[in-house]
């Protein structure tokens, strides 16, 4: 590592006022993603936050037809959580599916979402669902937070303080995790919400994205025979030593099958 200053953050404004202050200073919480990277020295902070701790990012409860979850919350929390499986099934079922037991127990939903992997699970659910994204400064839709490979409209010194699901008719999320890391080959989130179908897929591109064409297909039924009618563009998608673009784009297909059919079943 290079060498980097440490603050224990024991307040939100606090944090806040420190990121602002510096822009090469980093917020820490899980670190399941900073930590390996400042170990291979390719990041190289002033210093790092320590935001872990914090109250203010604690909290999982469901008001005012959402589920709202605080930042900091371990991804074994919403695993487990009553409150999360009585509400949104489908994204416990999600937590569960992340990383390895140690991942699931150090890494948080708000720093999963800050980050914006493209392979990540959370971004899924937050895009399918429509979920807000509260910060210390305001809340952000959705469709406006993913900007692409871990670019989101977060500014210097914004902090992800709790994340807001609203609470779908039903939802379903499914995977192909690649056999070492558990990160999404393709993963499909769908989800039939007061607003209509919607379909999110990770994984497979540069960014987490809405599938329109499964959504209008979707609208007119329910069934996996809608998704097996379609392509996905193949154009613009992830291509590795682990698959082609082409195989990525049936990944998503199976997957968002099987998603539709344990949501219709």
Do not use: C
């Not at 806040?16 to 090469?24: H, N, P, S, T, V």
């Not at 604690?58 to 695993?79: F, N, P, R, Y």
């Not at 509400?87 to 939903?109: E, F, K, Y």
């Not at 809340?139 to 409209?153: C, L, N, R, Y």
């Amino acid at each position: 590592m290079f060498a980097f200053q440490y603050h224990k953050a024991k307040t939100l404004k606090e944090a806040g006022e420190l990121l602002a202050r510096d822009d090469e200073a980093k917020p820490l919480s899980g670190g399941m993603t900073l930590i390996p990277t400042l170990k291979a020295r390719l990041a190289n902070p002033t210093q790092l936050v320590d935001i872990g701790g914090l109250p203010e990012l604690s909290g999982i409860e469901v008001k005012d037809g959402a589920l709202v979850i605080g930042a900091a919350s371990k991804h074994q929390q919403v695993a487990t959580s009553k409150v999360v499986r009585d509400a949104i099934p489908a994204l416990a079922a999600l937590a569960s599916s992340i990383g390895d037991p140690q991942v699931r127990n150090r890494g948080t939903l708000g720093g999963s979402v800050a980050n914006n992997d493209p392979a990540a699970d959370y971004p899924s659910a937050v895009l399918g669902l429509n979920a807000k994204i509260i910060t210390n400064k305001r809340e952000i839709a959705a469709d406006d937070f993913f900007q692409g490979m871990f670019a989101t409209a977060l500014e210097p010194g914004e902090l992800i303080v709790r994340i807001a699901f609203p609470l779908p008719k039903k939802a379903a999320y499914a995977k192909f995790p690649h056999p070492a890391s558990g990160y999404a080959m393709a993963g499909v989130f769908v989800a039939q919400t007061a607003d209509g179908i919607r379909v999110a897929v990770t994984g497979a591109g540069p960014g987490v994205f809405r599938w329109s064409d499964a959504e209008n297909a979707l609208a007119k039924g329910m069934n996996t025979a809608a998704i097996e009618k379609l392509t996905l563009a193949a154009d613009d998608l992830n291509e590795d030593i682990h698959g082609t673009r082409e195989y990525r784009a049936q990944l998503a297909k199976v997957m968002a099958t099987r998603a539709v059919a344990a949501l219709a079943g």
